[in-house]
C-alpha cells in the first residue's frame, strides 16, 4: 500500500507564490513517476506536472514558466512550487505516484487564488 499526504494549500492573491509538497509513504519502489494533478468545479481532473525517478519534468502547457515540481527521491516527496498564481489556477490540487503495481492519489489540497 502507499500513502500520500498533501500540505501547502491555501489562499493566495493573484500574482502570488505557493508552494505545495507530498509525502509518500509505504511500499514505493525506486521507478516511479510522481505528479501532480488539479481539478476544478466541473471540470475533469488534469494533469499540471509530473516528474520522473530520474528527474525528467513534464508540464501541462498552462503552468509552464510559472510552475516548478521537484521531488527527494530519499524522503519520497515531491514539491510544485507555484508563482504568478492566476484565478483560473484555483482547484483541488492531487498528489499521484504511478509505479509497477499501481496508480495512487492523495486527498487533495485546495488552492483558491482571489483578491
Known amino acids: 500500500q502507499v500513502q500520500l499526504v498533501e500540505s501547502g494549500g491555501g489562499l493566495v492573491q493573484p500574482g502570488g507564490s505557493l508552494r505545495l509538497s507530498c509525502a509518500a509513504s509505504?511500499?514505493?519502489?525506486?521507478?516511479?513517476?510522481m505528479a501532480w494533478y488539479r481539478q476544478s468545479p466541473g471540470k475533469q481532473r488534469e494533469l499540471v506536472a509530473r516528474?520522473?525517478?530520474?528527474?525528467?519534468?513534464d508540464y501541462a502547457d498552462s503552468v509552464t514558466g510559472r510552475f516548478t515540481i521537484s521531488r527527494d527521491n530519499a524522503k519520497n516527496t515531491v514539491d510544485l512550487q507555484m508563482s504568478s498564481l492566476k484565478p483560473e489556477d484555483t482547484a483541488v490540487y492531487y498528489c499521484n505516484l504511478q509505479q509497477r503495481t499501481g496508480s495512487y492519489w492523495g486527498r487533495g489540497t485546495q488552492v483558491t487564488v482571489s483578491s
Open positions: 509505504g511500499s514505493i519502489f525506486s521507478i516511479n513517476v
Open positions: 516528474i520522473t525517478s530520474l528527474r525528467t519534468t
